[in-house]
């Protein structure tokens, strides 16, 4: 399940899904669109989980829920709670931090 945050709402996403990664980003990160349709692939593929593509510009709240202080970064919880994240722009660090989230 893919879903783009048009509101400052990500608490409520991580209450209602059991697992969830977040693609922290913004619309003048040039590495945060080129991560977009690789993070649209990893959901397509992770039926069980919910994506979700917050502008951590524009959501301060949703934002305060990792430690973002690089773009992209991509963060995983269960269960509600922060479990990892990782600043890449690399597909295969992002893969690695999706399996390591599902494995558990």
């Not at 879903?3 to 945060?32: F, I, P, R």
């Not at 593509?53 to 992209?72: C, G, Q, W, Y």
């Amino acid at each position: 399940m893919f879903l783009e945050l048009d509101q400052d709402n990500l608490a409520d996403s991580l209450k209602n899904n059991d697992t969830v990664v977040v693609q922290y980003s913004a619309t003048w990160c040039g590495n945060c669109r080129l991560m977009k349709p690789k993070f649209k692939k990893l959901a397509k593929e992770n039926e069980g989980i919910q994506f979700i593509i917050v502008d951590a510009e524009k959501f301060p709240e949703s934002r305060k829920l990792a430690t973002v202080d690089n773009l992209p970064t991509f963060a995983t919880f269960k269960n509600g709670e922060f479990k990892n994240q990782v600043q890449t722009n690399k597909f295969e660090s992002l893969k690695e931090l999706v399996d390591e989230v599902t494995s558990n």
